[in-house]
């Protein structure tokens, strides 16, 4: 696996890149504006210019964008649909400006309409978006959720349902975040979990939309529906499904980026990248010392209001 990191673009977006070849990078995910706004920046050519020239200079590896957490595919009310389409179809066009491979989307909440509502919704919001994008060269990648509030998306037969009902299908891939799926109730923590993950994932998505991962270990228990990260070893997830990632040949040469707290003002993935390429060859760590519980009963209709997660980058 290509492993990498969330770099920051403060000083501007050709920063990141820089920090990532300063952290051993071999793919970057970066925020090409403010995740927490509706404002739609224009990028000018000698931004444009400058992070491609960072791209070059540090080997060229895949970026990923992770879009705006205002946009809501599938919610039902217009307005809210609306500027999360044009927003995504921005999205779309400033990437492919930079030459950005994937923008990262979050599905979004149905808000109380119903899930079926609420996948359709997303399915026909991204025909849409790569009608008025044809020419676009960047790829959208739907997120797994964590199945937080009214959340779409958090199992793999969502995910699915919205492959099925998009006629841009075939533009469109998946990016795997290891602890939304862990807090939706997949148990990647044992080696007879992964398998039964990654078998369903095939059964109800294909393997072959897999472009990206999130690696993430995670403070919250399996089956908790809470979306929080922690760092790689750290969490209730533990190293053996990192180490069974890095080694999986079927995800070699698929950018796989943590997206933790950095940990140096200097270095901030530093030590995380190294360790994710120290695990490749080497023999499997030990499991955490806490084992994960039973996940608790699973409900995609909980009546609280989706959370947000706040970045600061």
Known sequence: MLAGAHESVAGGLHRAVERGAIDGCKAIQVFTKNGNVWREPKLAADQIAAFRA?????????????????????????DILTKSK??????????????????????????????????????QALDEVHERTKDASCTILLENTAGQGTCVGCTFEQLGAIFE?????????????????????????T?????AAFEAFDRHVGLHRLRAFHLNDSKK?????????????EGIVGLPLFWRLMNDPRFA??????????????????????LLRGLVGAPEPPAPVVAAPAPA????????????????R
């Open 165 to 189: 009902q998009t006629r841009a299908r075939d533009r469109v891939g998946v990016c795997f975040d290891t602890q939304h799926a862990f807090a939706a109730g997949y148990d990647l923590s």
């Open 253 to 274: 040469a698929i950018p796989g980026v943590v997206e933790t707290e950095p940990r140096d003002g200097d270095f901030p993935f530093r030590d995380e990248v190294s």
């Open 191 to 195: 080696a007879e979990g992964y398998a």
């Open 221 to 233: 228990p399996l089956g908790s529906r809470v979306d929080r990260h922690e760092h790689l070893g």
């Open 86 to 123: 044009d927003a995504l179809v921005a999205e779309v066009e400033r990437c492919s400006a930079l030459g950005v491979a994937y923008c990262v989307l979050h599905p979004g909440a149905h808000l109380g309409a119903g899930d079926e509502v609420g996948l359709l919704k997303v399915a």
């Open 54 to 78: 960072a791209h070059r200079a540090a080997g060229s590896g895949p970026v990923l964008a992770h879009t705006s957490y205002l946009i809501n595919l599938a919610t039902d009310k217009d």
């Open 297 to 312: 009963p699973f409900t995609l209709t909980a009546p609280e209001p989706p959370a947000r997660r706040a970045k600061k």
